[in-house]
């Protein structure tokens, strides 16, 4: 792999095969033009950008392309999402694992699909998802209702509270962080830690990444544009945090860490503004090295 700028790097990109907006090839071309070297391609539960050859459609990629995955598993008390670098998509622990995910996903998809268009509240259950999704989630269920003009004054969590009066859904067996990283590391990669400081107020530093090194990760995603999104963090929350977070990384994995940058992209149009917030806090705390 050929040395790149970290700037010209963002290792947690989304395609429409999970949450995303646009498809594999478009997403690479769109890195092309805003100058990326490296991207990886992270989509949840899912592998599949990576099993069909190169994301840009059979072509030499116009960008280098890693391979890479976001696992939603457990992790002390915690729903954590890890992600997977580097791996050979081929493994079959690794990608049986996936697609039992995938289908577990999708059983719960539907259920709350029907559970909505028997209340009358969803107009098209079989237009909720792209056709191309492999791991349809609940966010594309609030995607469509929105498309239909229902208002959620409570935002995501109105939402999902809505889902939970549905009644019980079909379970989805998430993996343990422990037994997520080991799959990534048999196929021939690394895991980090996603987004972190999402986790900071329910366990402390030193105790949540000593988990994630007991679990067989290498580190966590550094850089990310906590300002923007869902769930938006304070400027000054976000410097804090990443302070406290790279002390006690530092402390927790004395061979060092393995920082990675991302911008956790779903919409294209969003890309160029979520590259300079991570750019920023490269800058702000001194991460001088490529991710």
Known sequence: MHPASGERVDLHVHTHLSDGFSAPADVVRRAAKLGLERIAITDHDGIDAHLAGTPAGGRAPLVEIV?????????LDLDVEILGYEFDPRAPELAGSLRRIQEERRARFRFYCEGLAHAGELSDPDAVAPAATRAPLKVHLYRALQAQGRTFIGGYAEFKQRLAALGEPPPIAR???????????DAGGYAVLAHPLYYARRAAWPALLAEVRAAGGSGVECAYPYEVGGSPLAPDAIERGLRAMLAAARA?????????????????????????????WRRVVGLATPC
Do not use: K, S
């Open 252 to 280: 927790v994995f004395p061979e060092g860490p393995r920082l990675t940058c991302g911008t956790d992209v779903h919409v294209l149009g969003e890309w160029g503004r979520r590259l300079r917030r991570v750019a920023h």
């Open 175 to 185: 993996p343990t962080a422990a037994a997520a990283a080991r799959r990534v590391r």
């Open 67 to 75: 391979t890479g995955v976001e696992i939603d598993c457990t992790l």
